[in-house]
C-alpha cells in the first residue's frame, strides 16, 4: 500500500524536499494529549527529533512543553513560543553559557548527570542570585533492546549517574546551595517497539522512590524520558503510535505519590510519521549483477539507514508498472550512500519521484551539507 501524496503539487517543487503531512501531525499530537491527559501526565516534545519552526509551533500551539538538549534548542524552543517554565534541559555536556541561557530564561529544570555539572549549575546560579530547579537524570541500567547507537540505559552508556553513585550525589546536593532537587529522569533508549523495557523501568523507578524515601526525600517530578517507537516496516497501518498503551503501562506499574508530577519527552513518536523525504530519480543504472536506482537524495538528507542500518519504506509516486527490483542509493561518494538494498519498486524510470517514508523524525534534522550540498526545502501539506 503506498501513502497518499498531493504529486500533482510536487511537480514544480525542486527535490530533494521533505514533505509533512500537517494534518497527520496534529491528529498524532491530539491523540498523544488525550491518552496522557487520562492520568494528568505532561508531555516535553523533544526537540532533536526535529525542530522545523513549523513543526515546532504546531507542536507549541497543542499546550506540550519542550525537552531540550542544546542552548540552540532552547533557543529554538523560545523562538517557537514555547514557555520557559515548559522547557526542560538535558544533556550530558552543557556549556557554561547554555546553562546560562536556561537561567536566564528560568526553565523549568536542568537534567543533571553528573556531580561535576550540579557543581557549575550551582556556581552559575549563584553568581546570577538565582536558584537552579534540577532534576538527576539517573542511568536505571536497563536494556531497552533496541539499536545499540540509540540505547541509552545500560551502565556502560556515557548518560546519567548510575544507580550506585546516587548517595554520593545525593549527599553533594546537600552542600550546594543554589540548585533545588525536584525530580528523577530518566530515558533508557530511542525506537523500542517493545512494552517490557518500559515496564522494568517502572520498576526500577519504583524501587528508586524507595530508597529516596529512606533518606526522607520525595521529589515532586518524575521524568521517564522518550522512546516510543514507530512502525518502519508498515507506516501506513499504523500512523499514530499506541499511546493508549504506553501511558496506560505506566499508570498500571508506576504508582506516583499523590500531587507527584509525571513527564515524558516523546520525540519520535510524535513527528515520524508525518514526513516524508521526497527525491528524484536521477538515473536506473544496470550493474552487471544489480539494478541501481539513484536518488538526487543522499544520507544529507536521510542518515539514519547509513547509520543505523535504519528501514524506511520506500514508494515509487510515479509508477504504476510490475514491480522490479534495486537497490536504491544516493549521489554522495560514499558506500553507505545506501537507503536499501534489493528491494521491489514499481519498475522505475529516470524523473520518477519517490517517497521515502517515516522520515519526519530525525530527518530534516540531521541534514548535513557533506559534498556542499544544500539543505532541502520542507513543504507542508496545507501550506502547498
Ligand atoms: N529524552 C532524551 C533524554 C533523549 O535522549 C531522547 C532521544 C528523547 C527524549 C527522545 O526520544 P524518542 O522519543 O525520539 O525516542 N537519531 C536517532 C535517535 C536518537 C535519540 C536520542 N535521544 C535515530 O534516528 O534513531
New binding site residues.
Given amino acids: 500500500m503506498k501513502g497518499i501524496f498531493p504529486t500533482g503539487k510536487f511537480k514544480n517543487l525542486q527535490t530533494p524536499f521533505y514533505f509533512y503531512d500537517t494534518e497527520l501531525l496534529r491528529e498524532t499530537i491530539r491523540t498523544a494529549v488525550a491518552e496522557a491527559a487520562k492520568y494528568n501526565y505532561h508531555i516535553h516534545y523533544?526537540v532533536?527529533?526535529n525542530a522545523n519552526p513549523q513543526i515546532l509551533g504546531i507542536i507549541r500551539e497543542s499546550g506540550l512543553g519542550a525537552?531540550c538538549?542544546s542552548g540552540g534548542e532552547i533557543q529554538a524552543a523560545l523562538n517557537a513560543g514555547f514557555p520557559a517554565d515548559k522547557i526542560v534541559f538535558?544533556g550530558v555536556g552543557k556549556a557554561d553559557r547554555e546553562i546560562n541561557l536556561g537561567l536566564d530564561n528560568d526553565i523549568f529544570c536542568f537534567n543533571a548527570e553528573s556531580i561535576p555539572e550540579l557543581e557549575v549549575i550551582n556556581e552559575l546560579a549563584e553568581s546570577k542570585g538565582k536558584t537552579a530547579r534540577v532534576a538527576l537524570r539517573i542511568n536505571p541500567e536497563v536494556d531497552a533492546h533496541t539499536h545499540h547507537h540509540?540505547t541509552?540505559g545500560t551502565k556502560e552508556n556515557k548518560f546519567g549517574i548510575n544507580l550506585d553513585q546516587l548517595d554520593a550525589v545525593l549527599d553533594t546536593l546537600q552542600s550546594l546551595a543554589s540548585v533545588r532537587l525536584i525530580g528523577l529522569h530518566f530515558?533508557i533508549g530511542?525506537?523500542l517497539t517493545e512494552m517490557e523495557p518500559f515496564r522494568m523501568l517502572c520498576s526500577r523507578v519504583n524501587e528508586l522512590q524507595q530508597k529516596l524515601a529512606d533518606r526522607n526525600i520525595r521529589v515532586e517530578h518524575i521524568n521517564f524520558?522518550?522512546?516510543?517507537g514507530i512502525d518502519y516496516d508498515h507506516p501506513d497501518e499504523q500512523l499514530i503510535p499506541d499511546f493508549k498503551e504506553y501511558f496506560e503501562l505506566f499508570h498500571t506499574h508506576f504508582p506516583a505519590y499523590p500531587d507527584q508530577q509525571i513527564h515524558f519527552?516523546?520525540?519520535?513518536?510524535i513527528v515520524g510519521q508525518c514526513g516524508s523525504l521526497i527525491s528524484k530519480v536521477l538515473y536506473v543504472k544496470e550493474g552487471s549483477v544489480k539494478k541501481f536506482v539513484i536518488l538526487d537524495a543522499g544520507f544529507t538528507e536521510l542518515i539514519?539507514p547509513a547509520l543505523?542500518d535504519?528501514h524506511h519504506e520506500i514508494e515509487n509516486l510515479s509508477s504504476e508498472e510490475p514491480g522490479e527490483i534495486y537497490d536504491v542509493v544516493g549521489p554522495i561518494c560514499e558506500s553507505s550512500d545506501c537507503f536499501a538494498k534489493q528491494i521491489e519498486l514499481n519498475k522505475t524510470d529516470r524523473g520518477d519521484l519517490i517517497a521515502i517514508r517515516s522520515a519526519g523524525?530525525?530527518g530534516e534534522i540531521?541534514a548535513s551539507q557533506y559534498n556542499c550540498r544544500r539543505l532541502p526545502e520542507a513543504y507542508f501539506s496545507d501550506l502547498l
Fill in positions: 523533544a532533536k527529533a525537552d538538549v538535558a540509540i541509552t530515558h530511542s525506537q524520558g522518550g522512546g516510543l519527552e516523546p520525540g519520535r513518536s539514519r543505523y535504519a523524525a530525525y540531521m
